[in-house]
């Protein structure tokens, strides 16, 4: 089956504290992966991504993601987090054949980070 | 550049009305996309529009309608309104190229409340 599995619906840690989200996608989806970041009343925005090239990827506030092809997994870790870090992190990966169109996002079902001051 | 632009920001309606939620994407991007989030759905893909054609549904029934017009510009129609609609609906721009780059831009939605 076709799927993105996030195994925390919610992450609590402290600040300054190291996270790690956690993310494996099955080996049926394309493997282009993407995270994604919503602010509480926001849209979402794109955190970073991995096409192709070099496994450890960094996106934008510090976040950086390690792709993990014999684990089928694709952690997101920021090694000191803010509490401007609050937000809900979902991973996502096209669905075979949706490379080419964008609209073919296979997501995960998100996880919630908290930030304790 | 202004980014994706979606109103209303928030409404409320009663089981049975019907709602028009609009879209207009990032100046450039032919493509947009629609989404339903909901607390124990999560993200659902509604349908998608690339040059004022549905190139993709979504599972949803036929209740849900979408368009887009010359400008990019899109809209979505709910009809007869039920409870489970209540969400936020997110609207999504991308400019399509030859690679599946899966970054969409998207709006701050419409929160829809059907009371």
């Known amino acids: 089956a076709q799927s993105v599995t996030q195994l925390d619906s919610q992450v609590p840690v402290f600040e300054e504290a190291p996270v790690e989200l956690r993310c494996n996608y099955s080996?049926?989806?394309?493997?282009?992966l993407f995270w994604y970041v919503q602010y509480p009343n926001q849209g979402l925005q794109l955190l970073l991504k991995?096409?192709?090239?070099s496994t450890l990827v960094k996106g934008i506030n510090g976040f950086e993601a390690e792709f993990n092809k014999s684990q089928t997994s694709f952690h997101l870790r920021k090694p000191s987090v803010h509490i401007s870090d609050t937000a809900e992190y979902f991973c996502?990966?096209?669905?075979?054949?949706?490379?080419?169109?964008?609209?073919?996002?296979?997501w995960g079902a998100g996880t919630k980070l908290i930030i304790k001051p | 550049k202004a980014g994706v632009t979606q109103t209303p920001r928030y409404l409320i309606k009663t089981r049975g009305q019907q709602v028009t939620l609009s879209c207009s994407p990032i100046?450039?991007?032919?493509?947009v996309s629609w989404y339903q989030q909901t607390p124990g759905q999560g993200l659902q893909f509604l349908f998608e529009?690339?040059?004022?054609?549905?190139?993709n549904k979504g599972n949803f029934p036929g209740r849900f309608s979408g368009r887009q017009f010359s400008n990019s510009r899109s809209e979505m129609n709910v009809s007869t309104l039920e409870l489970g609609d209540s969400a936020l609906y997110l609207c999504?721009?991308?400019?399509?190229?030859?690679?599946?780059?899966?970054?969409?831009?998207f709006g701050e939605g419409s929160r829809l409340t059907v009371l």
């Open positions: 999504a721009s991308s400019f399509p190229g030859g690679t599946n780059t899966g970054e969409l831009f």
């Open positions: 100046s450039g991007h032919r493509s």
């Open positions: 529009y690339f040059s004022e054609t549905q190139r």
């Open positions: 080996s049926s989806v394309s493997v282009y």
């Open positions: 991995y096409l192709s090239g």
């Open positions: 996502a990966a096209p669905r075979p054949g949706g490379e080419k169109s964008n609209y073919q996002l296979i």
